[in-house]
């Protein structure tokens, strides 16, 4: 178990929409829309990629977060982290992992500690991703709050973020990134 950060649930509640469904540019888009694993798309732009755990707990599943394959009221472990690369966080992520889902070899999940939970997916041949959902993050958000809390320079856009479930040996866990300011995401 890690120790909890102080901001810890940060949460991500939002409403989440198809991609189609918003204006992006091509370079966002190009960023939030990524099939592949982002944990080794931001390790081939930085000297230095870490992650940071602020926290992991066990809960139920909020209504707000419940899809067609995590129920409200499931207990889940959350997971949130912050994904450095050359010391400067580019991304917020939060992770549901059912307890149902972690048996078996998938076990390993609950224990990840600082080693990157993408990294360790996408390692796997059989691994699902079902479709990408997005959104953006106002001023007023929870989001918003830890970038003030790490003291980030002001980002005058919205943050956007995706999440998408995975089903791994048809086990389905959760992940939502947002891409903090600064991020390759927003650079052109």
């Known amino acids: 178990m890690t120790t909890e950060h102080s901001l810890f649930p940060v949460q991500m509640l939002a409403?989440?929409?198809?991609?189609?469904?918003q204006t992006l540019s091509?370079?966002?888009?190009?960023?939030?829309?990524?099939?592949?694993?982002?944990?080794a798309r931001l390790k081939a732009h930085c000297q230095d990629f870490r992650v940071e755990v602020l926290g992991q707990e066990i809960i139920a599943c909020g209504a707000a977060e419940a899809n067609d394959d995590i129920i409200a009221g499931e207990q889940v472990l959350v997971r949130e982290v912050l994904l450095y690369c050359d010391?400067?966080?580019?991304?917020?992520?939060?992770?549901?992992?059912?307890?149902?889902?972690?048996?078996?070899e998938q076990q390993q999940l609950a224990h990840l500690g600082t080693q990157s939970l993408g990294q360790v997916l996408f390692n796997?041949?059989?691994?699902?991703?079902?479709?990408?959902?997005?959104?953006?993050?106002n001023a007023q958000s929870s989001v918003a709050n830890l970038v003030n809390y790490l003291a980030m320079p002001t980002h005058q856009q919205p943050l956007w973020g995706r999440r998408s479930v995975f089903v791994l040996d048809a086990k389905p866990l959760m992940v939502a990134e947002v891409f903090l300011p600064g991020a390759m995401a927003y650079l052109k």
């Open 87 to 104: 010391d400067v966080p580019h991304v917020f992520a939060r992770s549901l992992l059912p307890l149902s889902s972690l048996t078996g």
């Open 26 to 39: 091509d370079h966002l888009r190009d960023w939030l829309l990524d099939p592949s694993s982002l944990t």
């Open 124 to 137: 796997h041949p059989d691994l699902l991703r079902k479709k990408i959902e997005v959104t953006a993050f």
């Open 15 to 21: 409403n989440w929409q198809s991609p189609d469904l």
